[in-house]
């Protein structure tokens, strides 16, 4: 399964439900929410709008009020890949307001509509009727989304992926296809959900899968998986995120104490945690 928060809810999709095997019976559609309370702990979960097809393996990321889902596999026969990416927008409630009298980018008023931005007045005082969702003041969320949309599939078919969304950006890392795969690629995100097409960045020191990766202050970092041959890895790799969706170098930081695959990783207020995993 895959993870995902937002204005205060946890967002989770996909995913398998037997620990022995993921196949056609065990694969899932459902996507859930449960809303974050102010002490760490979450509310009961509620199903929301189902994904379009059953997954496991895939990759999910909220960037601009939009949840992304990217490959992952389906299990017709044995595990297919996927290069499919599907969008939702958040729903929130029906007014945005920006209250700061000295901002230069987003609006000033949002009026929503099934989940549409329909109304906008931006910055300069523009008024767009149709519009795009562009401000920083996020309307308060009720945890559910709308429909899923199909956007510009990725370059490959790809399961056991990571993805990060920054600056305007969705990053895609690794993962596996017919091979075990090294590449990067990125994506500009319009503000109706859809995507630019991919485009293939700087690549990974290795080809990894079965990895993590999270987005701090300008960087991304790429923690643990497993190799070409199927190895756990202790490495952790950053590289510089630039303004056009390009990135730098990839260097090596400090090793984790142990060799790791499947981990969970997260990046808050200067420090990088890196959470579970497996050893083997």
């Known amino acids: 399964l895959s ?9 989770v999709t996909g995913g398998c439900s037997s620990v022995v095997s993921c196949g056609a019976s065990t694969e899932q559609s459902t996507v859930y929410s449960a809303l ?4 760490g702990t ?22 601009n009020g939009y949840l992304f889902v990217t490959g992952g596999c389906i299990a017709v026969g044995n595990c297919t890949i996927q290069s499919t990416v599907y969008s939702t927008p958040l729903r929130s409630t029906a007014l945005a307001v920006n209250t700061s ?23 300069a005082g523009n008024v767009t009727t149709q519009g795009s969702y562009l401000s920083s003041v996020v309307p308060q969320g009720d ?28 990053y895609v890392l690794g993962g596996q296809n017919a091979a075990i795969q090294s590449t990067v690629y990125s994506a500009l995100l319009n ?45 952790v790799y950053s590289a510089l995120t630039k303004t056009d969706g390009t990135i730098g170098t990839f260097s090596t930081l400090t090793y984790l104490p142990q060799k790791l695959s499947d981990t969970s990783s997260v990046a808050s207020n200067g420090y990088l945690f890196v959470l579970g995993g497996s050893t083997g």
């Open 42 to 63: 979450i509310g009961a979960f509620t199903t929301l709008t189902y994904l379009p097809q059953d997954l496991s393996r895939q990759a999910a990321v909220i960037y």
């Open 191 to 235: 503000n109706d959900g859809s995507t630019k097409p991919y485009s293939t960045l700087t690549y990974l020191p290795q080809a990894l899968y079965s990895h993590s990766a999270s987005y701090y202050n300008g960087y991304l970092y790429v923690i643990t998986g497993l190799n070409a041959s199927s190895a756990r890895q202790s490495t």
């Open 36 to 39: 974050i309370s102010s002490n």
């Open 3 to 11: 993870v995902s928060s937002f204005n205060n809810y946890l967002y």
């Open 101 to 123: 009298n000295s901002f230069a980018q987003g609006n000033l008023l949002d009026l929503w509509n099934n989940s549409q931005s329909k109304f906008t007045v931006d910055y």
């Open 143 to 170: 945890g559910t989304t709308g429909t899923y949309s199909t956007t510009i599939f990725l370059p490959k078919a790809l399961g056991y992926q990571s993805s990060l969304a920054a600056n305007g950006y969705v």
